[in-house]
C-alpha cells in the first residue's frame, strides 16, 4: 500500500515471486471510469473507490484461497478502505506501507510515462492517506531502500505471524 510512486508494483511482483504466489495488479481492477477520471486529472472520491476495493478484495481472496497465498497492490490510503479490503479478501490480510517523501514521490511518479496517473494528483493522494493507527496489521518500511530489501523485510515479517 501507499501513494503512487511508491513502489508498489515492484515490491509486489518480488514478494510474489519470493512467496511463490500470484501478483494481482490494483491498477487492473479499476473500471474504465475512474481510469478516465485520473487520466483527465481528477481525485477519485470514495464512491469511485468501493467498487474497486470490492473488486480487488474478492479477487485478492478468492486467489488466496485457491492458491494459499497471493499478493496485491492497492493504494488503501485510508484505514476505511483497509477494512473493506479485510472484508473481501479475509482477515489474514495484512499490509505493507511504502513510504517516501514527497519530492521522491513527485520524480518517480514524472518518470513514469504513459501512466494515467498524473502527478498533478499525487497531493491528493498524500492528504488522504491515513497512517496506519493501532491494531492494524501494517508493516511500514521505507521506499528508498532497495527492492530487495524492502522484499526481505516483508517476507521476515509475514514469516514471524
Do not use: N
Not at 515471486?17 to 485520473?38: S, T, Y
Not at 472520491?45 to 494459499?68: F, Y
Not at 511518479?109 to 496506519?132: A, C, F, I, K, N
Amino acid at each position: 500500500m501507499g501513494v503512487s510512486g511508491s513502489g508498489k508494483s515492484t515490491l509486489g511482483a518480488l514478494l510474489a515471486h519470493a512467496l511463490h504466489c500470484p501478483f494481482l495488479e490494483g491498477d487492473d481492477f479499476h473500471d474504465a471510469a475512474a481510469v478516465a477520471k485520473m487520466r483527465a486529472g481528477h481525485a477519485l472520491v470514495d464512491d469511485d473507490r468501493w467498487p474497486w476495493l470490492d473488486r480487488l478484495g474478492q479477487a485478492l481472496g478468492q486467489t488466496a484461497a485457491a492458491s494459499g497465498c497471493a499478493v496485491a497492490t492497492c493504494s488503501a490510503l485510508r484505514r476505511s478502505y483497509r477494512e473493506r479490503l479485510i472484508a473481501a479478501a479475509g482477515e489474514g490480510t495484512r499490509f505493507v506501507l511504502l513510504d517516501a517523501d514527497r519530492d521522491e514521490l513527485l520524480r518517480r511518479v514524472s518518470d513514469r510515462p504513459g501512466h494515467y496517473m498524473p502527478p498533478s494528483l499525487l497531493d491528493s493522494q498524500l492528504d488522504t492517506l491515513e497512517r496506519p493507527g493501532t491494531g492494524e496489521r501494517v508493516l511500514a518500511l521505507s521506499s528508498c531502500m532497495t527492492p530487495q530489501e524492502l522484499c526481505e523485510r516483508t517476507v521476515a515479517w509475514l514469516r514471524q505471524g
